[in-house]
């Protein structure tokens, strides 16, 4: 459970406290998603994903200006990731999702980097032996959403660091401790490992542009977290004749308790993509919402869809239509639905969308090598 009164901290390694987007761009000095953009975008993609419509994906720091390079004929590539620390759970998925809907409607290549060296580095406890376990099983959740094996590259750091090097010591000799230290946190206890890890992350943002001679814009969709990340690729985009690439932020997905980004921290409150029917029912019974303690009176006062998860996960994901979204958010302030209900549509869902994903998953373990970058 997480304190909401709690102070708003939003690092790639923690989330905690009740979180103020608006806050955030505030903070992160990045810009809100308007509806201006929202009718750019509409112009060449013909619909909205429903994390636009939603305003899931949030803020952005020069999504106009892709736009701009993108009416002028000149295309951009994608980069997004993951940290593979365990399994995948659903809220990764949102910003792949996401993703993937660009990579299909601005036909985009996209760079996929998994950093095993990352969770390697900052977990105490970690073999590297693990690590790479991890990469694998990961990779099979990424090509399960969809992406297109010929557009799509998946850059293992460990595996594959000869693609990325040359470019990160670049990045590497632009960037100073005492900058790492201020926007990582980092410690004078800190390994080494992680004070150049930054580098890396930031290389894949150039990675076109070096292959191809020719600079080439780059977005990049993400949470929120990710940012600080972009920070120090900005800076030095310039100072290498690159691009500064451009990023879209998403919101996180709740977990099923009470507060908080789904965490694979927190097990019992988050749904991994391997995950049981059983095992989602279970978890989906158990979730917090914003019902009343009896029947009675929560037929007679309502629910709160704001504070509740269930809501937030059709919100999110599992309920495509808006209008249907507003009833079930109306009826369940009038008190004409009850959590139970609420909780069996939403556990079916979920497990039909598992059912698939899994699928896709065994699928995904003949298609493994091909989407691996050489
Ligand atoms: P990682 O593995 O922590 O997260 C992978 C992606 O999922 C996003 N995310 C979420 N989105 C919505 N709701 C949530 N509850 C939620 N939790 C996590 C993260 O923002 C991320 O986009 N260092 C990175 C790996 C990485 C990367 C990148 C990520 C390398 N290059 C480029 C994004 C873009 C990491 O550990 O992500």
């Not at 010929?150 to 470019?167: A, C, G, P, Q, R």
């Not at 401790?177 to 150049?196: C, H, L, P, Q, R």
């Not at 940012?227 to 932020?249: E, G, M, V």
């Not at 709740?254 to 097990?267: D, F, R, T, V």
Request: some cysteine; charged content about 30%; aromatic content about 12%.
């Amino acid at each position: 459970m997480v304190n909401e009164e709690e102070e708003m901290i939003v690092t790639p390694w923690v989330v905690s406290g009740r979180i103020d987007y608006d806050k955030l761009i505030q903070q992160f000095g990045t810009q809100p998603i308007t509806d201006e953009i929202l009718e750019r975008i509409k112009k060449h993609t013909g619909e909205l994903h429903l994390q636009l419509r939603r305003k899931i994906f949030f803020s952005h720091r020069d999504l106009d200006w892709i736009l701009d390079r993108y009416e002028e004929g000149e295309k951009f590539v994608l980069y997004t990731g993951r940290g593979p620390s365990g399994p995948v759970h659903i809220g990764h998925l949102i910003p792949w999702i996401f993703t993937k809907y660009l990579q299909d409607h601005f036909d985009a290549k996209l760079y996929f980097q998994i950093t095993n060296d990352e969770r390697f580095l900052y977990h105490p406890d970690f073999s590297l032996k693990d690590t790479m376990k991890i990469t694998y099983d990961n990779a099979l959740d990424v090509i399960a959403v969809g992406f297109d094996s010929v557009k799509t590259k998946i850059i293992s750091d460990v595996e594959h660091i000869s693609v990325l090097y040359d470019i990160a010591i670049k990045v590497a000799k632009h960037v100073t401790f005492s900058t790492v230290k201020a926007v990582f946190g980092y410690e004078d206890a800190s390994n080494i490992g992680i004070i150049f890890f930054p580098a890396i992350q930031a290389t894949p943002a150039f990675l076109e542009s070096a292959l191809s001679g020719q600079r080439t814009p780059c977005l990049i969709p993400a949470a929120i977290d990710q940012d600080p990340f972009w920070r120090i690729a900005r800076d030095t985009a310039p100072k290498l004749n690159y691009y500064k690439p451009a990023q879209i932020h998403c919101r996180f997905l709740p977990g099923l308790g009470k507060g908080g980004k789904m965490s694979a921290s927190l097990p019992e409150t988050c749904i991994f993509t391997v995950d049981s029917p059983e095992v989602v029912e279970k978890k989906i019974w158990n979730a917090f919402t914003g019902g009343k303690p009896t029947e009675k009176e929560q037929r007679e006062f309502g629910g709160d869809p704001a504070i509740c998860t269930v809501y937030q996960y059709f919100y999110f994901l599992f309920e495509e239509s808006d209008e249907k979204v507003k009833e079930l958010e109306n009826r369940c302030r009038l008190g004409e639905v009850i959590c139970g209900e609420c909780k069996d549509i939403l556990a079916d869902r979920v497990n039909a969308f598992l059912r698939e994903h899994q699928r896709r998953r065994e699928q995904a373990k003949n298609l493994v090598k091909k989407f691996f970058i050489k």
